[in-house]
């Protein structure tokens, strides 16, 4: 069975919340103290992107099972979704430190590394969808 | 409201509070699960009854006053406001049906009459809601200004040396209050070195780094050290997976270690006697 849980984010509260919900469901299906501190993390990142540069949208946070020949794995997975301006260089906002916004530039580069499967879909004047995921090992 | 209805409702004064008296036990029932001692309540209900019927000969500016007490008492005790306005609609639907039952109020006048009714309710709601948010404004305000009192204190524990302990979420409103209190706190404690200690910062991501490492530069800027303490280990690598390099910041891993260091930087030392 899997569990989901959405949250909206246009304030700061929002990003606040998203988190809680990562945490909550991180700590549920068995991540340890590291992984749940980077899924919590990532969960900020990419909520504060929406906050910052998107104005609103919403953090979808769900379990995933992957089946192979060998049993089956489980996962966390963070899909951020917003209909903002889009991503115009995605190569461009991969690079640590790039940054419209004077801030670090280490988030989205951050999130890929703190997590296992990172995926971004993005077009100029549509918005943006992020997926993000970490597999319980 | 119209004379009529008036007349009637001053004539059944008592038939209609007993009335509602009784069908006011459904909501003690409701609002409150009983857990509201019997005679609290019934007391209440007399208040409240005397409010309702004050209400239609008061002036107009004496009712006010009279609700905005009656809402004091209720927010002071803590009752809900569905509470008035379950009383308010109980009153009404005893109002109606004393009008319906009864023959004083021509049956050609009884639309007129059903809105008058309904608008006097309305005004009594809206006036007691109004009560009541702004007094939440004002508790809210109020608990808004403490806890930014407490959201990024400096404390001086020696000559010279501060420390900032952060608990709780930082969002961009508190990252603003813990640089304007480092900086003021430093020039008015004369602090040589300031300590922040983030073991209560539950997420450690790149805008509170960002807001960290800007705080610590301005520090730096006005003569002073800043050291980093309370780094947790599951924070420590997520700050690395992040990329974000704290090599240039002074860290240590305890608040102790921290002052230990703030002592050797100040030319003292801890020693036992
Ligand atoms: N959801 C988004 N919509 C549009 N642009 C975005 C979004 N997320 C990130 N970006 C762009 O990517 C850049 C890099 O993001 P990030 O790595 O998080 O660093 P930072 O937020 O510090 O700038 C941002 O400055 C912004 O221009
Ligand atoms: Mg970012």
């Given at each position: 069975?899997?569990?989901?849980?959405?949250?909206?984010?246009?304030?700061?509260?929002?990003?606040?919340?998203?988190?809680?919900?990562?945490?909550?469901?991180?700590?549920?299906?068995?991540?340890?103290?590291?992984?749940?501190?980077?899924?919590?993390?990532?969960?900020?990142?990419?909520?504060?992107?929406?906050?910052?540069?998107?104005?609103?949208?919403?953090?979808?946070?769900?379990?995933?099972?992957?089946?192979?020949?060998?049993?089956?794995?489980?996962?966390?997975?963070?899909?951020?979704?917003?209909?903002?301006?889009?991503?115009?260089?995605?190569r461009e906002v991969m690079e640590d430190g790039f940054t419209t916004s004077g801030g670090l530039g280490a988030g989205l580069p951050g999130v890929k590394r703190l997590m296992?499967?990172?995926?971004?879909?993005?077009?100029?004047?549509?918005?943006?969808?992020?997926?993000?995921?970490?597999?319980?090992? | 409201?119209?004379?009529?209805?008036?007349?009637?409702?001053?004539?059944?004064?008592?038939?209609?509070?007993?009335?509602?008296?009784?069908?006011?036990?459904?909501?003690?029932?409701?609002?409150?699960?009983?857990?509201?001692?019997?005679?609290l309540f019934q007391d209440t209900n007399e208040e409240f009854a005397a409010l309702i019927f004050n209400s239609f000969d008061a002036e107009l500016e004496d009712g006010r006053?009279?609700?905005?007490?009656?809402?004091?008492?209720?927010?002071?005790?803590?009752?809900?406001?569905?509470?008035?306005?379950?009383?308010?609609?109980?009153?009404?639907?005893?109002?109606?049906?004393?009008?319906?039952?009864?023959?004083?109020?021509?049956?050609?006048?009884?639309?007129?009459?059903?809105?008058?009714?309904?608008?006097?309710?309305?005004?009594?709601?809206?006036?007691?809601?109004?009560?009541?948010?702004?007094?939440?404004?004002?508790?809210?305000?109020?608990?808004?200004?403490?806890?930014?009192?407490?959201?990024?204190?400096?404390?001086?524990?020696?000559?010279?040396?501060?420390?900032?302990?952060?608990?709780?979420?930082?969002?961009?409103?508190?990252?603003?209050?813990?640089?304007?209190?480092?900086?003021?706190?430093?020039?008015?404690?004369?602090?040589?070195?300031?300590?922040?200690?983030?073991?209560?910062?539950?997420?450690?991501?790149?805008?509170?780094?960002?807001?960290?490492?800007?705080?610590?530069?301005?520090?730096?800027?006005?003569?002073?050290?800043?050291?980093?303490?309370?780094?947790?280990?599951?924070?420590?690598?997520?700050?690395?997976?992040?990329?974000?390099?704290?090599g240039k910041f002074p860290t240590k891993s305890s608040l102790r270690k921290g002052i230990e260091t703030g002592m050797e930087l100040t030319k003292r030392q801890i020693i036992?006697?």
């Amino acid at each position: 069975m899997s569990v989901q849980s959405s949250v909206e984010v246009h304030t700061e509260w929002g990003i606040v919340s998203a988190r809680q919900a990562g945490r909550n469901l991180a700590k549920e299906i068995g991540f340890g103290s590291v992984d749940q501190a980077r899924v919590t993390t990532a969960i900020s990142e990419l909520a504060r992107n929406i906050y910052l540069y998107a104005e609103k949208g919403e953090i979808i946070i769900e379990t995933i099972e992957q089946y192979h020949s060998s049993g089956a794995k489980k996962g966390i997975k963070i899909t951020a979704k917003d209909r903002g301006p889009g991503i115009k260089n995605i190569r461009e906002v991969m690079e640590d430190g790039f940054t419209t916004s004077g801030g670090l530039g280490a988030g989205l580069p951050g999130v890929k590394r703190l997590m296992d499967d990172f995926d971004i879909d993005s077009v100029v004047g549509e918005g943006t969808v992020i997926t993000a995921v970490k597999w319980l090992r | 409201m119209h004379a009529a209805v008036l007349e009637m409702i001053y004539n059944q004064r008592n038939e209609i509070k007993e009335n509602w008296s009784e069908k006011m036990t459904l909501v003690r029932n409701d609002v409150f699960k009983e857990k509201v001692p019997k005679t609290l309540f019934q007391d209440t209900n007399e208040e409240f009854a005397a409010l309702i019927f004050n209400s239609f000969d008061a002036e107009l500016e004496d009712g006010r006053a009279f609700l905005r007490s009656f809402a004091e008492k209720l927010i002071r005790m803590g009752w809900p406001l569905s509470y008035f306005t379950k009383g308010m609609q109980t009153f009404r639907r005893v109002v109606l049906e004393s009008i319906s039952s009864g023959s004083e109020i021509p049956s050609k006048k009884m639309y007129e009459t059903f809105y008058e009714i309904e608008e006097w309710v309305d005004e009594m709601v809206n006036q007691l809601v109004d009560e009541y948010s702004g007094s939440w404004e004002t508790t809210l305000h109020q608990q808004r200004l403490a806890l930014k009192e407490l959201s990024a204190p400096l404390i001086p524990v020696f000559d010279n040396i501060s420390v900032m302990p952060l608990i709780g979420t930082i969002d961009t409103e508190r990252a603003k209050l813990i640089m304007e209190n480092l900086l003021d706190g430093i020039i008015e404690h004369r602090s040589q070195v300031v300590l922040i200690d983030i073991t209560g910062v539950p997420v450690v991501d790149t805008m509170v780094a960002h807001h960290i490492i800007q705080a610590s530069e301005a520090v730096r800027l006005v003569g002073a050290e800043c050291i980093l303490v309370g780094i947790r280990p599951e924070i420590a690598q997520t700050i690395v997976n992040l990329g974000i390099d704290l090599g240039k910041f002074p860290t240590k891993s305890s608040l102790r270690k921290g002052i230990e260091t703030g002592m050797e930087l100040t030319k003292r030392q801890i020693i036992n006697v």
